[in-house]
């Protein structure tokens, strides 16, 4: 490559659910570009960010967990990520230190070794959680399943990003595998996620928070309205913004709201704060709470709730 050849592609991270892709992906921007939280499935949405460096363009594609489906949403989004694994010049599988591999792992190596054009990589993460043993045998159990399924990674990558401990080898490898290509997004930009889809999902990580093991999933929200405040004084300015969280069912509402109100005014409290770091503004943000009964199993519902 000469010094003039300016690279640019697109690199997919996957794995299984809650195996720290979207954390990786905020540590390498710098910044939080994704959700997170300790409940498997939080990401529901491909989020691509933006690396551009004087000399190449990488942009990293996370992707919701691949999982067995037991609703037409589950179905949907494991969909959604074998779409992207065609359109992609990389793929970094993710597999954490503190977890044997599984069958889940094992699907998801197969489905990526069929592609032809894309450059493979495993990625070790949560390195936090394991000492030197622990992940020297997790590399050569990665480095087995690659033979199992007929994968040559081009690198098996220990990383930990909460630590931000190897955060930048990853980056550096993967932009370093990306064809010779064009400035694809302007170099100021670190997501093409529209504003409002991603505020939507900072009050869905701040419902997430506390809840109960099968009300997860039957969260959604939704941005009905969201503006300026007219005759603001212009160095204090408010951005009101009226959002509504769905759920499934009365009784899921009764535990999102909790009792008097109490755990639906902290969910509000703590998105606010991170839609306030996010916009730059002071936030007035009015959130009621709907059932759509069904909704992850309703074509009609999804289509409504933008799925």
Known sequence: MTSTEFTSGFAAIVGRPNTGKSTLLNAAMGSKVAITSD?????????????TRPDGQLILVDTPGIHRPRTLLGERLNDE??????????????????EPIGPGDRYIAKSIAGLSKSIYFALVTKTDLGNPEQIA?????????????????????????????????????????????????????VTDEPEEIFIAELIREA????????????????????????????????????????????????IVIGKSGARLKRVGTEARVEIEKFLGTAVFLDLRVKVAKNWQRDPKQLRRLGF
């Open 39 to 51: 409940r498997p499935q939080t990401t529901r949405r491909v989020i691509r960010a933006i690396i």
């Open 81 to 98: 990520v074998k779409d992207t694994y065609s359109t992609v010049d990389a793929v970094a599988l993710c597999i954490p230190v503190n």
């Open 137 to 189: 045998k997790q590399l050569l159990a990665v480095e087995k399943l690659g033979q199992e399924v007929g994968l040559t990674w081009s690198a098996i990558i220990p990383v930990s990003a909460k630590s931000d401990d190897q955060v930048d080898v990853v980056i550096d490898e993967l932009m370093n595998a990306m064809p010779t290509g064009p400035q694809f997004f302007p170099e100021d930009t």
């Open 207 to 254: 419902a997430l928070k506390g809840v109960q093991d099968e009300l997860p999933h039957s969260i959604a929200i939704t941005i009905e309205d969201m503006s300026l405040r007219e005759d603001r004084p212009e160095n204090f300015p408010l951005t009101d913004i009226y959002a509504n969280l769905f759920v499934e069912r009365d009784s899921q509402k009764a």
